[in-house]
């Protein structure tokens, strides 16, 4: 087996040098370093993972949290971290909490004995007991999507409320006043903010946000379904719906086949998140698309500088990013949005055939 003394001989070296480059630890010339990772391709040399972490008290890898990986939305952002995290050299360990307190637990506990350098987390259950054991091992953690009361967890969101109620708005320029809004479960930040976009855009229009209009289920198909059928049979008259996710929207899509309504015609449709799927349906969907690279880069770069300084006052670290509308066909656009598709780039897996886009009024927010 290669090992470093090798290195070290055949750059013509001290095993202490391929160490230094190794681990940058200290200052080595350009050309010193040049001989040595020249020696280490031509050996095939691959460091001791173990004894580096012990060495350096990293590790490398970072632990993320999710409610259900399944999920598109969760699937894509995931999928974005782990190349962000990756382009850092860091790996990522995956853990579903699907929404229980005692799980989500359990994969803290589990990051932390395998030494994680930090956690990234979206929380559905109550996080105090996790985030209370990962200050004591004085890992960092890095909330993201959604906020729990009480917690000075740093965090990247996007700005949920000003997406709904550019949602909504979009609707109400399309005539619709009859307009529900289905969401996720009740005691979610990202659920609650959107809800508040919602009624902020019809109180503006002099609408009324009437509590039968409105539903709190869970962020799935089959949730999605059920709930259209229950805001129908509350109101009739509903001539729109801003569904909180695109997995809610494609259950509102079959609830309204179901009982004889055509999608962006009968009834408007807008949803949230942006994912693939969402161009995928019968009418496509419009949506308000999560910028998902971006808030992948900004929550590993928001973690290693956590990692990297410990010290920071983590409270004050908070990052609102803004969403953009994409105009389809569920919102009653057809094919006005259809007309400038040749202008109009793909974004998260939207056809650029398709699509209008529309950026938010908000702007990105930081607090340091």
């Known amino acids: 087996m290669v090992g470093r003394v090798d290195v070290a001989r055949l750059a013509g070296v001290s095993p202490a040098v391929v160490s230094y480059v190794l681990n940058d630890s200290h200052p080595v010339a350009p050309a010193t370093r040049e001989r040595v990772v020249a020696a280490i391709d ?14 350096t008290a990293r590790t490398h890898t970072l632990g993320l949290l999710l409610p259900e990986s399944a999920n598109p939305y969760f699937a894509r952002l995931s999928s974005a971290i782990e190349d962000a995290a990756f382009e850092d050299g860091f790996a990522v360990l995956l853990g579903n909490g699907v929404d229980s307190t005692a799980r989500e637990l359990g994969y803290v506990r589990a990051f932390l004995d395998r030494r994680v350098d930090g956690i990234i987390a979206v929380p559905g259950g109550d996080f105090a007991e996790g985030w209370r054991e990962l200050q004591a091992a004085k890992v960092p953690a890095v909330s993201l999507d959604r906020l729990q009361a009480g917690i000075d967890l740093p965090s ?39 809800v508040i976009g919602w009624r902020g855009a019809l ?11 409105l539903a ?3 962020f799935s198909v089959e949730a999605g379904h059920a709930a259209t059928l229950e805001l129908l049979e509350r109101d009739p008259a509903i001539d729109a719906i801003f569904a909180g996710s695109d997995t809610q929207a494609v259950g509102t899509l079959r609830a309204l086949a179901d009982v004889g309504l055509r999608a962006g015609e009968d009834v408007a449709i807008v949803s949230f998140d942006g994912t693939p799927i969402s161009d995928y349906t019968t009418p496509r969907l419009t949506t ?3 910028p998902y690279a971006e808030i992948a880069t900004e929550v590993v770069r928001m973690l290693l500088t956590l990692i990297d300084d410990p010290a920071q006052d983590r409270s004050r670290l908070h990052r609102v ?27 998260a897996g939207a056809s650029a055939t398709t699509t209008r886009i529309e950026q938010n009024q908000t702007e990105p927010k930081e607090f340091l």
């Open 216 to 218: 709190f289920t869970p």
């Open 203 to 213: 109180a503006d229009a002099g609408l009324p946000a009437e509590d039968r209009r």
């Open 156 to 194: 990247v969101v996007v700005d949920n409320a000003g997406g709904a109620r550019a949602a909504t708005e979009h609707l109400i320029e399309h005539g619709r006043t009859r307009i529900a809004c289905l969401t996720g479960g009740e005691g979610l930040s990202s659920a609650q903010e959107r």
């Open 321 to 347: 990013l803004p969403t953009t509308l994409l105009r389809r066909d569920t919102c009653g656009c057809g094919p006005a949005a259809r007309s400038d598709a040749e202008r109009v780039p793909a974004l």
């Open 42 to 55: 031509e050996l095939g040399y691959r460091p001791n993972a173990l004894a580096r972490s012990l060495a």
């Open 288 to 290: 308000v698309v999560q």
